[in-house]
Structures are given as C-alpha cells and as structure tokens.
C-alpha cells in the first residue's frame, strides 16, 4: 500500500502546496501526483506555500512593485522557492521569464566583474582642454556663453575621436548675461560736507574722498539671476541689515535702498537662512534695489584665515512672475560684510554698487552626446555637467566629472572594438546649464521623455566625482536601484583586490536609498523625477547611480582652479561606474 493511501484529502492536498505541486483532482489523482514526484527531490522537498507568496495573483502584484522589489524579496528565500517562482513567473507572463538576468545572477552566485580601464594622466588632460576654454578674464565657461558652446563642441570632437558617432543638441532656455561693469566700493567723504558751495560728499568734486575698492571674484561674487543696477557712492544709498533675512525681518526699511543678509546656519533654535530665490523674491516684493548676502557660514578659514570667501549660488527663476531685472544681487566675504557693517550702516561712508546683468534674455545651452548602438532600445546613459559657475575655472565642478566621462566614453570606444555591440544602447552625453537650474538635462530628458520613459536602463551621473588630496575623507556611491546597488557592492570588492593602494586610500561608501530620497541637486534628478508625463496612476521613478568626492571647499568660488586637482581620485568612480555599465553592457 502506498505511504499516501492513509491520508485524507486534506493532508494530501497540504503536501502538495508544501512541494509546490497543483492541488486540484481526485483523491487518487492526487496520491499519484506525490509517487511520481518521489521523495528525493530537492526542488519539490523544499518549503514552499506557492498559493501564499507565489500565487499567480500575488506574482503579478508584486511584478507591478517593480523588478528590484521582486528580486530583493526572492533573495530572501531558498534557492529552491525561487526556481519554483521562476516556473511560476514564466506561465503568468505567457512565457517571458521576467528579470531572468538577476535571477540568474542571484542563482549562480556573485559575478566574476572585469574592471575597465581608466588612464587618469587621459583624465587629467581632458580637464586642462576644458579649462582653457574659460573666459579669459573670469575663467569659467558660463551657461550660454561662447565658452560653454566652444566646450560642447569640444567635448562632441572628444566622443567622434573616440570612435563613436556623436550629436549636439541645442535648447533655448532663460537665463542670464553677464556685463562687464561690476564695482562695491566704500567711500569715505573727504571732511568738507556738503556746505554751500562745497563738493557733494564722494562726488567727483570731493578730491579729499579715500575710496576701498573690493575685488570682483575675490571679495565678491554675482549671483544667479541678479538684475542691473547702478548706485553711486554719491547717492548715499540706505543700506539696512536684516539678519538671516528672515520673514520677521523688516525688509520695508530697505526699500530703495541695499538689504544686507547675513548667511548662517541654524543656531539657539533660530532658522539658517533661506535660500537665494526666497530671499530675492523678497527683495523684489520689497522695492529693494541692491540684495548683499554675507558668507559666514561656508569654507569659514579653510582657504582665507579668518575669512568666508563668497560663492556662486543660482535662484529658481520659475518662481518668479516677473524676473527682477532692476535688483543687483551679490555675494561678499565676512570681511567685506563686516566692513559695510562698520563704515557704512554704522558709520558716515557710503556705498557703490553696480552690478552690470541682463536677466531678461533666453540664450542657448548646449548637449553632446557620444552613442554606442546595441542590440536593443534598452538605455544606459553616463553624465556629467560641462558647465561651470562664472567666477572661476570649475576644475572640481564639474570639470573633473566631464573629464571622467570622456575618459570612460574613451574606453567604451575600445571595448566596442573588442567585443562587439553591446547589449544596451550607451550614451554619453555632457550638459550645459546645471549650475543655474539643470537646464540642459531637463530639456533633453523633456525632449527624450517617451523614450526614456519606455527603455531607460540606467542614468549615472558624475558630478564633483573628486577627492581633494589633502582633505580626502573618500567618496560615496548611491542610487535608488537595489539590484545595481548591490552590484556596485561587489564591485568594490573587485575594485579593493585589483588597487589595494587606492581603496585603502579613498575609502569608499556605498549607500542605497529610495528614489524619493533622490536629492534634486544635479543632473541625475530629471532622470530619476522627470520621465512622468503627468498621467493619474503610479509615479515612475528612473533609475540612477551617482558620486560624491569629499574635501572640495573651493567649490564655486575663484579658487575651484587645476591646483588642486586629483585626478587619481576620479579612477575610483570611473572604473567602478564604467564597469558596471560594461557588466550590463556586455556580461
């Protein structure tokens, strides 16, 4: 007699589900069913409540979580469920086995990477080209400006040279042209006042005047969107100090006058100062003529002793029913705040201000791109920004990220050589316009957006990629794709075994987060935020990978310049993104 004859039904039927097997059929059927299966079977002996965790309905609703949610969850199961999940997958698909490529890496263990190379003297020749094709005063290579379109065209050169077909897009966006008269001067009047037939107090009359002329980039820095303005010292315009310019502030008292705002982080319970669209929206909303925000609260003695030197910060014009062409907007170090706080708020000097910028013009910004044509639609797409903030060379940002690229699109071009079209179409595309809004990136995502709504693999984005040599506390490699970053976990592994020397020296942090936590501060976000067409029903997020160097103080200052470049720290990202894309690319 059969082990089976003296079970109910019930008990045949709780077996059956246990080993995965239908459960439907007469009793006979069913003892059957368990005699022919055997007891040996590794895959039929597992544990496995397929009506539970892998009912066809259940399958299908967790196939709409998305393909990382699906695998993450069967990683934590027997190997066994997930060859049965796999069957299961492929009859409720109508024979498609879904995701079949990290099931079967999860099968077979983790994968053999192969490093690509990286030349990091290439690197750094790549970032000198780019630098000297700043403006040849300020040295940056400003959105909309020649610099930024002989940089592109540049860059596209790079991508054909590389053996690769390449584009250059073109996209109309609003932004901002910088004049050539800038000037904060204080003017301490000559003594004779303005008697009767006496000179006006810092006229050109008063030859007894002492004038204190502060340097463009160095002392000062415009800011994004800043208006026109000319203010003669003459004029003895109010300049008012606001605080942290915050809403309780009285900004009605500088009404025709220069607001001064003091940059601070939060401190005894009182908010850090807002941010440059918030305080010139209420600038504008206040008839201020001139905004002077006060650095003392980033690179605080770490490149002046006793000093902030001034930066370049953008505003969201979006935000703006009107722009506001008539506000000068600036940025000035401690000391220069501390001064106008002395001799001109608290003192009799007066102050002079012209800032000399059109923010009424729409200009182009401009995206090359390098393509290697694979086997199917499916999307990989390596940037950077080529950009940079008017006032100086940009070298950390993002001249060392565009460089990385190039490099890499270098060796793609190598390995395309080599082994053929790849799995994935791979782009490599550069953007002009981040630093005053992802202007570039946004309009070729907007452009692009079907497609990359329907095949878009991968977005990677290099942005500061950099690690300062002195101020080195590593780098950290995040996205929002649990399975890509779970690849990028076990690159690093193959990264420590093939450079000991550089992964003990830039220590490396890999950190996986939602992609609500996505932070929309460079190119990536359009990418991750912007493939939705606005239709009711789940949002989609894209996937991206991104890098964050360390130690870069100098960013967006007149100090970000070649001396500090490191271009040994860029092989950490380079090679570790490059070789996941050649993994996905080419296995």
Same mark, same amino acid.
């Given at each position: ?42 895959? /039929? ?9 892998f ?22 199961l ?10 299961l ?8 086995l ?22 990091s ?46 584009t ?59 208006g ?127 800032i ?27 940037g ?30 190598i ?18 316009g ?6 570039g ?9 079907s497609?990359?709504?329907d ?19 590593? /780098? ?54 912007g ?57």
């Open positions: 007699m059969s082990q089976w004859g003296s079970r109910t039904v019930d008990e045949l039927k709780q077996e059956l589900r246990s080993r995965g097997m239908p459960v439907s059929g007469k009793k006979s059927e069913l003892i059957e069913r368990l005699e022919l299966a055997g007891s040996d079977s590794s895959v /039929l002996d597992a544990e496995i409540v397929i009506e539970d965790a009912s066809s309905s259940t399958v299908m609703s967790r196939l709409k979580e998305g393909p990382a949610t699906v695998i993450s969850r069967a990683k934590e027997p190997v066994a469920t997930v060859v049965v999940a796999v069957l997958v492929v009859g409720v698909t109508g024979g498609a879904l995701f079949a490529d990290d099931l079967v890496e999860w099968i077979q263990g983790e994968p053999d990477y192969v490093l690509i190379d990286f030349d003297n290439q690197t750094r020749a790549y970032a000198e080209e780019l630098v000297s094709l700043g403006h040849p005063q300020w040295q940056g290579r400003l959105s909309g400006t020649v610099e930024e379109e002989n940089t592109a065209q540049s860059i596209k050169l790079n991508f054909s040279s590389s053996g690769m077909p390449a250059l897009e073109t996209f109309e966006v609003p932004l901002f042209y910088m004049g050539n008269e800038f000037e904060i001067m204080i003017c301490s009047p000559g003594g004779i006042g303005n008697i009767l037939g006496g000179p006006t107090p810092c006229s050109v009359a008063d030859v007894n005047r002492d004038e204190t002329e502060f340097t463009h980039r160095v002392d000062y820095v415009v800011q994004g969107y800043s026109d303005v000319d203010i003669v010292a003459s004029s003895d315009v109010n300049v008012v100090d606001l605080g942290k310019g915050n809403e309780s502030a009285d900004w009605g008292s500088a009404a025709n006058g220069i607001g001064l705002v003091w940059l601070m982080d939060e401190h005894d319970g009182q908010p850090a100062t807002e941010s440059n669209t918030v305080l010139l929206l209420r600038a504008q909303e206040n008839s201020l003529r001139g905004l002077i925000t006060v650095n003392a609260r980033q690179n605080c003695d770490e490149l002046v002793t006793d000093d902030c030197v001034p930066y370049f910060k953008s505003s969201d014009i979006t935000q703006f029913d009107e722009k506001p062409y008539d506000i000068g907007f600036v940025m000035v170090s401690k000391s220069v705040g501390e001064m106008i706080t002395d001799q001109v708020i608290n003192g009799e000097d007066m102050l002079q201000f012209v000399e910028v059109d923010n009424q013009v729409n200009v182009n910004v401009h995206v090359p791109c390098g393509i290697i044509e694979g086997e199917s639609d499916s999307l990989i797409i390596i950077a920004h080529h950009d940079t903030v008017y006032n100086g060379q940009g070298a950390v940002d993002n001249t060392a990220g565009t460089a990385t690229v190039q490099e890499m699109a270098r060796q793609f071009g390995l395309h050589s080599e082994l053929g079209q790849p799995k994935h179409t791979i782009y490599f595309c550069t953007w002009g981040e630093e005053e809004g992802l202007w990136s946004s309009e070729w995502v907007k452009k692009h957006q497609t990359l709504r095949n878009l693999r991968l977005y990677v984005n290099l942005d500061m990629n950099h690690v300062d040599a002195q101020r080195n506390s590593g /780098l950290t490699l995040q996205g929002n794709s649990p399975s890509d970053v779970s690849r990028i976990e076990g690159l690093v592994t193959a990264f420590t075994k093939s450079y000991p020397d550089l992964a003990s020296k830039y220590d490396i942090s890999v950190r996986l987060l939602d992609s609500i936590e996505m932070p929309y501060n460079s190119d990536h976000a359009p990418f991750v935020y493939l939705d067409e606005g239709d009711e029903g789940q949002k989609h997020y894209g996937k991206a990978m991104m890098c964050y160097g360390s130690g870069s103080e100098e960013y967006h200052t007149y100090l970000d310049s070649m001396d500090r470049f490191n271009e040994e720290s860029l092989v950490v990202s380079g090679i570790i993104y490059g070789s996941l894309v050649r993994y996905l690319a080419w296995g």
